[in-house]
């Protein structure tokens, strides 16, 4: 087997966490949300400058909660989640479907990932 061998050098450590939760799409702000939660320091990096990951990023206005007469509420991070952008108005009302307005989840997501831990780097 081939190695590679580098040299050693002292790297500035800039800031120490529990938990470390590198992105900010749904998946990582229910990470840190949680983590959070459970009263861990917590830190949420994002490369891009706003939370929402593919949702913000991407432009994929098309993310939407279907409410059919069997749908099953599991509740959750998810759920709280859906709750607060129709309470702030980031959501778009057709029949049986929330659409998430993709732009106002910019303003949105920040408010559901703060804590008393650090602030989120961007």
């Known amino acids: 087997m081939k190695h590679i061998e580098e040299p050693a050098r002292k790297i500035p ?3 120490e966490t529990d938990v470390l939760v590198v992105g900010s799409g749904p ?7 949680a983590a959070a939660r459970e009263g861990v320091d917590t830190m949420l990096v994002e ?4 939370f929402g990951g593919n ?9 939407a909660w279907y409410r059919y007469e069997k749908t099953v509420e599991t509740g959750g991070i998810g759920v709280e ?7 702030l108005g980031a959501t778009i ?3 049986l479907v929330q659409y998430l307005d993709d732009e106002t989840l910019n303003y949105v997501a920040p408010i559901m990932a703060a804590s008393p831990n650090p ?3 961007l």
Do not use: H, N
């Open 13 to 15: 450590v800039m800031e």
């Open 47 to 50: 490369r891009w400058g706003s």
């Open 119 to 121: 602030p989120p780097s």
């Open 93 to 95: 009302s057709s029949d």
């Open 81 to 87: 989640f859906e709750k607060r952008a129709k309470e």
């Open 27 to 33: 998946g990582g702000l229910a990470a840190a949300i």
């Open 55 to 63: 949702i913000t990023q991407a432009l994929v206005g098309s993310m």
